[in-house]
Nanobody, 115 residues
Framework: QVQLVESGGGLVQPGGSLRLSCAASGKIFRINGMGWYRQAPGKQRELVATINSGGNTNYVDSVKGRFTISRDNAKNTVYLQLNSLKPEDTAVYYC?????????WGQGTQVTVSS
C-alpha cells in the first residue's frame, strides 16, 4: 500500500502564492508519475499538473505560467508552486501517484483564494 500526505494549503489573497507538498510512503517500487488535481465545489475533479519519471511536465492551460510542478525523487515528494493565484483557483487540491498501473490519491488540501 502507498500513502500520500499533502500539506501547504490555506487562505491567500488574490495574487498571492502557496507551495503544496505531497509525500509518498509505503510500498514504493517504481513511481511512473505523480500529479496534482483539484476539485472546486459543484465541479468535477480536473487535472492541474503532472510530472513523469523522466521529469517531463504537463499543465492544464489555465495554470500555465503560474504554477510549477516539481519532484524530489530521493524523498518521494512532489511539489506544486502556485503563484499569481486567482479566486477561480479555489479548490481542494489532491495529489496522486501512479505505480505499476495503480493510482493512489491523497486526502486533499484546501486552497482558498479570497480577499
Amino acid at each position: 500500500q502507498v500513502q500520500l500526505v499533502e500539506s501547504g494549503g490555506g487562505l491567500v489573497q488574490p495574487g498571492g502564492s502557496l507551495r503544496l507538498s505531497c509525500a509518498a510512503s509505503g510500498k514504493i517500487f517504481r513511481i511512473n508519475g505523480m500529479g496534482w488535481y483539484r476539485q472546486a465545489p459543484g465541479k468535477q475533479r480536473e487535472l492541474v499538473a503532472t510530472i513523469n519519471s523522466g521529469g517531463n511536465t504537463n499543465y492544464v492551460d489555465s495554470v500555465k505560467g503560474r504554477f510549477t510542478i516539481s519532484r524530489d525523487n530521493a524523498k518521494n515528494t512532489v511539489y506544486l508552486q502556485l503563484n499569481s493565484l486567482k479566486p477561480e483557483d479555489t479548490a481542494v487540491y489532491y495529489c496522486n501517484l501512479v505505480q505499476i498501473g495503480l493510482i493512489y490519491w491523497g486526502q486533499g488540501t484546501q486552497v482558498t483564494v479570497s480577499s
